[in-house]
């Protein structure tokens, strides 16, 4: 058995894969995170609403983008 320092790392926060750009807030009943994430299952083995979540993922990061060379 290890012994315990009581210092704990600070764990990533994960990506929720359906709201691109946004944590997971663990907003669906017992999930733990993306891993076992019912919505995500189903969004992603759809193909159009995968493609959706890669639109917005796409025009995300052009926003994001369009912004930091506005404010360089
Ligand atoms: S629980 Fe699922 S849908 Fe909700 S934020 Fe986390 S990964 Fe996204």
């Given at each position: 058995m290890g012994v315990s320092t009581g210092i704990r790392a600070a764990r990533p926060a994960a990506a929720c894969p359906i709201r691109?750009?946004?944590?997971?807030?663990?907003?669906?009943?017992?999930?733990?995170?993306?891993?076992?994430c019912g919505l995500v299952w189903l969004v992603m083995g759809d193909d159009e609403l995968r493609e959706g979540v890669q639109r917005t993922r796409r025009a995300t990061l052009g926003t994001r983008r369009r912004r930091a060379a506005e404010n360089s």
């Open positions: 691109p750009g946004e944590p997971c807030t663990l907003c669906q009943v017992d999930v733990t995170g993306p891993q076992d």
